[in-house]
């Protein structure tokens, strides 16, 4: 009978203000306002995907709705080949390894090493539920998956919090804009 709390995984981001300061950020609450934001890097892997030839294309879609670039394809046999790519880290925490599984029907296999840091449009996407933020949802996403991912976190909480004999708002925002919204 014990309540958990899960979070959201994540990874450690450099943080470069236009001050010259470089912050390590690991919590999208640490997040200094974006107006003395000048870039943010994420980090990078290289990936190795040991997958059956029958599943390349399927795989290869897999890498690029997670923001990868395949750059090498490798044959071990006639049966087998091997994929290298440089994805953000960030983007294989959460489902990747599961997709890989159910895509391959069991029978891939993945391996990755760190390969630095890269500048990306990084954005903080904060969750309010009846208008005040709620820390503990808040993410730092890329700025072209932040609709998508803010949809599905406020679809989920509409479905998590007991109803009501009034409405609630579970709003998605970056900055003051809000992109997604349920009730």
Request: proline letters at 6%.
């Given at each position: 009978n ?29 997040l ?13 892997i ?19 709705s ?5 750059t ?12 290298t790519a ?33 500048a ?19 993410s730092?996403?890329?700025?072209d ?27 998605a925002a970056?900055?003051?804009?809000v992109?997604?919204?349920e009730?």
């Amino acid at each position: 009978n014990m309540d958990s709390i899960a979070s959201y995984p994540s990874v450690i981001y450099h943080v470069f203000r236009k001050s010259g300061e470089v912050l390590d950020i690991d919590n999208p609450v640490h997040l200094p306002d974006p107006s003395g934001i000048e870039r943010i890097e994420e980090p990078v892997i290289n990936c190795h995907l040991m997958i059956p030839t029958d599943y390349i294309g399927d795989v290869m879609n897999l890498i690029m709705s997670k923001r990868g670039l395949c750059t090498n394809t490798q044959g071990v046999d006639g049966k087998h080949v091997i994929i290298t790519a440089e994805m953000p880290m960030h983007e294989i925490l959460i489902d990747f390894h599961d997709k890989l599984k159910s895509i391959t029907r069991g029978y891939g296999s993945m391996d990755y090493e760190p390969a630095g840091y890269r500048a990306g449009k990084m954005v903080k996407l904060d969750i309010m539920v009846n208008g005040e933020p709620v820390d503990a949802f808040s993410s730092i996403v890329h700025a072209d998956m932040a609709y998508e991912r803010g949809r599905q976190i406020a679809e989920r909480l509409k479905d998590a919090i007991p109803p009501q004999m009034f409405q609630i708002a579970i709003q998605a925002a970056i900055g003051g804009k809000v992109i997604a919204r349920e009730t």
